[in-house]
């Protein structure tokens, strides 16, 4: 399997990026604390919540945080 054949759709991102963005802010995370808890860039987290996912890895990180967080 390719890994475009892992990324999600356009309407799939903007679903993905509305729910990581939401419960991110709903438990008072700022993308710097999201930055610690994942490893990532402010910069790449906030391109995931934007919808413009470059690479599926970001985005399955953020899924497990944000799964964390929800708990």
Known sequence: MSSTQLEPKSADR??????LRETRIAVGYSLDDMSLVTGLTTN???????GV???STNLERL????AKLRR
């Open 53 to 55: 996912i470059s690479r």
């Open 44 to 50: 790449e987290i906030a391109d995931v919540e934007r």
């Open 63 to 66: 899924r497990e945080a944000t």
């Open 14 to 19: 903007a679903e993905i990026a509305h729910l």
